[in-house]
């Protein structure tokens, strides 16, 4: 999914955001967070600024009142779960609803992306042309670039990182699951960054053609993405799940009692920031 959609459409929502630290702090300031970044990507009017600044006071209230409470209920459902250890099979279904959470949130914030998309000018959507392939080189050299064997380290220690945040330091035999995992993402890497192309290219299109019915026609690709992958990167997508499952549930299975300590304190402290979030009116 581009990074722009996510942006826009809040997908850097909380199962993002929960990695953070300071959830709260970032949550609360998503209001700036938002505009802040989508000026990697476009330089807005005073009018379109401020207004997005009002649709996304809109959106994150909502957010807020209606999206927070099944986030945690997700994380409640899971308790059961960690409590034993877990086959890869018994993962692949908490993990595709993971995903699934933040849908409802795009489908709302879509239309809103479409309005503001279909009335860039000219000089806007050349920028936005520009930005994004700056970005696809950056994707490209970090994801492909190097050895084969210099990206697979770079694959380990970017997710050894994450994982460490949630489970503490990985002992030598997590190290080599995590290792394995690794190897088997190479393959996905250029479905995933062609799908990332083919979809900026169609939304490109659709913004360089006469306005009419802009709106209208940008909205399938802001609310439903993933629709316009091809059959290799839907492999891809479902091989990722699989490994992921794969790891999780390895990981698990030969958790310390200091990590699997570790992490109930970790989910125990985001189900406190995400109950404790006052949502505006």
Known sequence: MTRLARLFALLVGLLALAACSRLELVYRNLD??????????LSLDATQSAWLDARLDEHLAWHCRHELPRYLDWLERQRPLLAGSPGADRLKAPLLEARSLLQPT?????PDA???LARLDAAQVDELDENLAAERAELHERFLGGTPQERL?????RMEQR????LGPLHPQQRAYLRFWAVRQEAGVRPWLEFRQRWQAQLLTELRRPSGDRA???LPLLGDPERYGDEDYRQAAERARQALADLL???WASATTDQRA????????LRDDLAGLPCRS
């Open 163 to 166: 994982l460490e945040s949630w």
């Open 32 to 41: 700036w967070l938002i505009p802040w970044k989508l000026d990697d990507y």
């Open 106 to 110: 795009l489908e709302r914030v879509a």
């Open 216 to 218: 209208a026609r940008l």
């Open 114 to 116: 479409a309005h503001l």
């Open 262 to 269: 570790h992490l109930t304190q970790r989910l125990d402290r």
């Open 153 to 157: 380290q770079r694959r380990v220690e």
């Open 249 to 251: 549930s390895e990981l």
